[in-house]
C-alpha cells in the first residue's frame, strides 16, 4: 500500500550531477529499508544502494564516492545525488521500500514508476 513516486530524472553531460527524489505515500520511518535500483535497456535491474531506518547507507562499488543517499523523515523523502556522472550510469532509476515482519515472516517491496536518467556528450 506504500505509493513511491520518483522525479528529478534528465539529460546531463558527463561530469555532471543531477539529484533524484523519492516521495512516499507514509512516513518513511516505519519502512525498514529505502533504496534505489536501476536498470539499462537489455539489461536487468540492478540495486545502486540502499539506506536503513537509523541512516546507514550501502552502495555498489561503481558507485561509492560519487552517489549519496540522505532521507528526510519529516518530508517522507528518499534523495540520491549523483555526482561525476558517466555514460556508464544512464539508467532508469527506482525508488524500493522494503517493509520486513517477523510474524508472520514476510517480506514486501514497492516500487515506483521510475525516472530516466541519461549521461551523453
Known amino acids: 500500500q506504500v505509493q513511491l ?6 539529460l546531463v553531460q558527463p561530469g555532471g550531477s543531477l539529484r533524484l527524489s523519492c516521495a ?6 516505519r519502512i525498514n529499508v529505502m533504496g534505489w ?10 540495486l545502486v544502494g540502499h ?11 561503481s ?16 534523495s540520491l545525488q549523483m555526482n561525476n556522472l558517466q555514460p556508464e550510469d544512464s539508467a532508469t532509476y527506482y525508488c524500493n521500500a522494503k517493509v ?8 514486501k517491496d514497492y516500487w515506483g514508476k521510475g525516472t530516466l536518467v541519461t549521461v551523453s556528450g
Request: glycine share 10%; no cysteine.
Open 63 to 78: 558507485v561509492k564516492g560519487r552517489f549519496t543517499i540522505s532521507r528526510d523523515n519529516a518530508k517522507n523523502t528518499v
Open 51 to 61: 539506506i536503513t531506518k537509523t541512516g546507514v547507507t550501502s552502495y555498489v562499488d
Open 100 to 107: 520486513i515482519t517477523i510474524v508472520p515472516l514476510d517480506s
Open 5 to 10: 513516486v520518483e522525479s528529478g530524472g534528465g
Open 37 to 46: 535500483y536501476r536498470q539499462a535497456p537489455g539489461s536487468q535491474r540492478e
Open 24 to 29: 512516499a505515500s507514509e512516513s518513511i520511518d
